[in-house]
């Protein structure tokens, strides 16, 4: 059974960081991107960041450039996103999914809406307080 758990949200005042983990299993991890993905109430979800297991490309929203890092841990199964320099607009539920592609990650990014991703976890909760 595939299985996406995402974790590590909670309440952080503007300025701070957060880590969220994405564990994953069920799947081969080589064979996938996975992708960040955040809702905030009455949004669209959108993407953040993705990493791609096949060349370990990265792809991260303009809004998140320069403040968030997403990296993998293969041996782990897991992929995180380091949050730095949090701002009120960052809160949203965040998702991790899984697409199986060999695509470097901005072009799943690019393909998202159309294509969709494979596996989806429960979201995991990141509020920001200004």
């Known amino acids: 059974e595939v299985q996406l758990q995402a974790s590590g949200g909670g309440l952080v005042q503007a300025g701070g960081s957060l880590r969220l983990s994405c564990a994953a299993s069920?799947?081969?991890?080589?064979?996938?991107?996975i992708g960040w993905f955040r809702q905030a109430p009455g949004k669209e979800r959108e993407g953040v960041s993705c990493?791609?297991?096949?060349?370990?490309?990265?792809y991260y929203a303009d809004s998140v450039k320069g403040r968030f890092t997403i990296s993998s841990d293969n041996a782990k199964n897991t992929v995180y996103l380091q949050m730095n320099s949090l701002k009120p607009e960052d809160t949203a539920v965040y998702y991790c999914a899984a697409v199986m592609t060999t695509a470097q990650a901005m072009d799943v990014m690019s393909n998202f809406p159309t294509q969709g991703m494979d596996y989806w976890g429960k979201g995991t909760l990141v509020t920001v307080s200004s």
């Open positions: 990493i791609s297991s096949s060349d370990g490309s990265t």
């Open positions: 069920g799947f081969t991890f080589d064979d996938y991107a």
